[in-house]
């Protein structure tokens, strides 16, 4: 035992995690009843990931602005140009993807519930008041804007406060900062729970019927990811782009997708960042920033989703509308954190710039539920990833130009 542990531990986490995977499948496949109790650890998985972001981010953010000395530079201008590009791209790509491959659907009454915002207007005055709520409640809700806001102004607060003072706060963030690598270890019994209870419980079976709205959701995703996110990393560090894509879907993506919560994989970021030799400074902040306004698959759900309503309704789309439709796509992706249900209940907004009935996008948000099974996690991956990949994107532009050596596979 002692011996397969250690074979184990020598491992690296990627490796880990596939066997856990492949594992989860095969008891999902085989023995779906008798291993049901194995569900329990994707559960403590997550919840201990989602339990302890909200004090990282916030003890991170503090601890950079309040340790920050005048005349050291980050990249958050570049990060954030980087963001909105990337999530601007992202709804061109699947609104062209959607005239190229039209998809119409047979709509289904679901999410009947549920109350989509009003406007880009009532999207954006949520996430402005999530900016300014109380602090303790915050952090209590998981709500990272406002989490991100108050560690920035308390940050600033703290810039003149004695070294003792600057040193328990950093020590606080480095304490938590290892407790997340513990739970982190813990990533391929949490993956097997999470794919086990995935396809134990789903299946596949009823995917079928929407083969074609989940081809043309992930394929766009798949083309942002592989295609899209390299030139704008080339176009930025004039090196070959993939070593480091790959390595951020890998380390990433993958328990992205199996999380499907971009606040649980705020921790694995900011690991891969430290492991790449970034700017804490800059990371600490950008990570939990990304969460909340890079959205490109949130971006490609909400074009994808309206333009499969609009085909469904033999509704006329000239190239003007197709352009407002990529625009208000990517702002109302921007602000999909600050709107429960997040991109799916944006449908009826973008919707409405076509003249579509709230009940009728409604149907639309209710197939949203239905492929959100595979729809969701490849979503979260390409967000989640992507924020670690920009982050590293500007860092290493600005290596490039002080001539240091980029190194991404250490």
Known sequence: MKNLMNKWNQLSLVKQIIIGLIIGIILAVTVPDLAK??????????????????????????????????????????????????????????VAASFIFPVTLTLAAGAKDVIPPGGVVEVLKALLMNVVDNPVKALFNANYIGILAWALVLGAALKNVPDTTKTMISDFSDALTLMVRWVIKFAPLGIMGLVFDSIATSGLGVLLSYGQLLAVLIGCMVFIALVVNPIIVYVNIRKNPYPLVFRCLRESGITAFFTRSSAANIPVNMTLCENL??????????????????????????????????????????????????????????????????????????????????????????????????????????????????????????????????????
């Not at 194995?38 to 503090?62: D, E, N, Q, R, Y």
């Not at 800059?282 to 909400?302: D, E, K, Q, R, W």
């Not at 449908?347 to 239905?370: R, T």
């Open 37 to 94: 109790p194995i569900t329990i650890f994707g559960s403590l998985f997550v919840g201990a990931l989602k339990g302890i972001a909200p004090i990282l981010v916030f003890f991170l953010v503090m601890s950079a602005i309040s340790q920050h000395k005048s005349g050291h530079q980050t990249n958050m201008k570049s990060i954030i140009f980087l963001y909105l590009l990337g999530t601007f791209l992202a709804a061109v790509v699947a």
């Open 277 to 410: 030799g970034l700017d804490k400074d800059t990371y600490s902040v950008s990570i939990p920033l990304g969460a909340t306004i890079n959205m490109a698959g949130a971006a490609v759900t909400i074009s994808v989703m309206t333009l499969a309503a609009v085909h469904t309704l033999g509704i006329e789309v000239d190239i003007a509308t197709a352009l407002i439709l990529s625009v208000l796509a990517a702002v109302s992706a921007c602000g999909a954190s600050g709107v429960a249900g997040g991109s799916l209940l944006l449908i009826p907004l973008a919707a409405s710039l076509f003249g579509i009935p709230n009940d009728i996008s409604m149907q639309i948000v209710g197939v949203g539920f239905i492929v959100g099974v595979l729809q969701d996690s490849f979503e979260t991956a390409l967000n989640s990833s992507t924020d670690a990949l920009f982050t590293a994107t500007a860092e290493f532009a600005k290596w490039r130009k002080e001539g240091k050596e980029i190194i991404i596979n250490k």
